[in-house]
């Protein structure tokens, strides 16, 4: 199984911050990761995928890195509309796996 | 612009069952996999079964492999789910999700549907 951990839990951040994630895979994932925001209410949209391919609509802002067992999720410059939740997920294996969640609010 | 609309939840007793199904539209349904993914109340997102663009290959979380049964109809364009000896644990709002890879497994959900609410309790 592959646990996935995140830090921090939560980040309080102003409008044009720069916000960075971090997720922990237990195993290598190679570059199988992707990262969600999901907003109160809503259902999760894709943002990155294959750890750093930028889904189509997402804006630029939005950046992933990392392979093995350490990735990144930065938003070079926090816009209103991107508080919320980001989850990242592991794809390396025929049984998904989410994190736990990082939830960025109003400082 | 890709469609996925759940249905077919509500409350139910422990022990019981229940079938949701996600109808979906607007993209080439029988070329691509399809996932349910499930969020308790107040909780993270938990993936809990993916079946392949023909249905050949099925998998499911530990917590629900035995009692859950991922189908789909691709004459009509939709997605099921077979629920039995629901258990309290399993309340969540349950949504369906596309697979990013044409006639293959990528693990990426790049379209969801709204989520239909399961209750299970007495």
């Known amino acids: 199984d592959f646990q996935m951990t995140q830090s921090p839990s939560s980040v309080s951040a102003s409008v044009g911050d720069r916000v960075t994630i971090t997720c922990r895979a237990s195993?290598?994932?190679?570059?199988?990761l992707a990262w969600y925001q999901q907003k109160p209410g809503k259902a999760p949209r894709l943002l990155i995928y294959?750890?750093?391919s930028l889904q189509s609509g997402v804006p630029s802002r939005f950046s992933g890195s990392g392979s093995g067992t350490d990735f990144t999720l930065t938003i070079s410059s926090l816009q209103p509309e991107d508080f919320a939740t980001y989850y990242c997920?592991?794809?390396?294996?025929?049984?998904?796996?989410f994190g736990p969640g990082t939830k960025v609010d109003f400082k | 612009q890709v469609r996925l609309v759940e249905s077919g939840g509500g409350v139910v007793q422990p022990g019981r069952s229940l079938r949701l199904s996600c109808a979906a539209s607007?993209?080439?349904?029988?070329?691509?996999?399809l996932h349910w993914v499930r969020q308790a109340p107040g909780k993270g997102l938990e993936w809990v079964a993916v079946i392949s663009f023909d249905g050949s290959n099925k998998y499911y979380a530990d917590s629900v492999k035995g009692r859950f049964t991922v189908s789909r109809d691709n004459s009509k364009n939709t997605l099921y789910l077979q629920m039995d000896s629901l258990r309290p644990e399993d309340t969540a709002v349950y949504y369906c999700?596309?697979?990013?890879?044409?006639?293959?497994?990528?693990?990426?959900?790049?379209?969801w549907g709204l989520g239909t609410l399961v209750t299970v309790s007495s």
């Open positions: 999700a596309r697979d990013r890879g044409s006639n293959w497994l990528l693990y990426y959900l790049d379209y």
């Open positions: 294959a750890a750093s």
């Open positions: 997920q592991q794809a390396n294996s025929f049984f998904a796996s």
């Open positions: 607007r993209f080439t349904f029988s070329a691509y996999a």
């Open positions: 195993q290598g994932l190679s570059r199988w």
